[in-house]
């Protein structure tokens, strides 16, 4: 008989250290799914157009003041923590300066990389994201010339090509519109840290959520 109870506690025991068992292992499975849950939700990637105001440091003198257009811009965003994510972008732009006797006319068309850090604040009723960052562009500058008063070529210079690295801090807004799909807006400040292109560009994306 007491054979018997022992031997029928012993399989309780067994019986209740396999479930305290397997409830842990479907609590760590669950946390799992959780956490991939919660990356495949904050993961971003899009795509963004739009313009810009900028001048160019040009080693060779003055230049105008020009409006850039950004047709071309890859987007791509994860979440760190809570409140902080990472925001990359390959771009495209292209801009057209134009000549006077004094400053450089000139096609300017880059190609870059930005990558900064976004930090999420409240603003009134929204939630916006901060960011600061880096710029790094490959930068190519034909047809640069000086006119004279009649408007006739007066001094020509030879195309250049150089490499740029700036600094950039940036607000930025989003928008749900619909199941993974939101509208952002992004105001941005970019300048150079030596010779290249100071630019304030206002651009609008469309971020997919995966």
Do not use: C
């Given at each position: ?12 025991m ?28 904050t ?22 003041m ?13 979440w ?6 990472y925001?990359v ?18 096609e300017?068309?880059r ?11 409240r ?9 600061v ?7 190519r ?16 210079y ?8 700036g600094?950039?801090a ?28 100071v630019e304030?560009?206002?651009a ?7």
């Amino acid at each position: 008989m007491t054979n018997s109870i022992k031997q029928s506690r012993r399989e309780q025991m067994k019986w209740m250290r396999s479930v305290i068992v397997l409830f842990a292992l479907l609590l760590s499975s669950e946390g799992m799914a959780a956490a991939i849950g919660m990356l495949e939700s904050t993961a971003r990637i899009g795509y963004a157009a739009g313009v810009s105001r900028m001048t160019i440091d040009d080693p060779d003198g003055a230049t105008k003041m020009a409006v850039e257009v950004q047709p071309f811009t890859l987007i791509h965003t994860d979440w760190l923590t809570r409140g902080l994510r990472y925001w990359v972008e390959g771009y495209r732009a292209r801009a057209t300066l134009d000549a006077s006797d004094s400053d450089i006319g000139q096609e300017v068309n880059r190609t870059g990389l930005r990558l900064a850090l976004q930090h999420n604040v409240r603003w009134g009723e929204r939630s916006v994201w901060l960011g600061v960052g880096i710029d790094a562009a490959r930068h190519r500058y034909t047809n640069r010339y000086t006119i004279d008063d009649d408007g006739f070529l007066k001094d020509p210079y030879p195309d250049r090509s150089a490499t740029a690295v700036g600094v950039s801090a940036h607000v930025m807004s989003e928008w749900a519109l619909a199941s993974h799909w939101d509208l952002s807006t992004k105001l941005e400040q970019t300048v150079p840290l030596s010779d290249g292109v100071v630019e304030t560009s206002l651009a609008v994306g469309l971020l997919y959520r995966y």
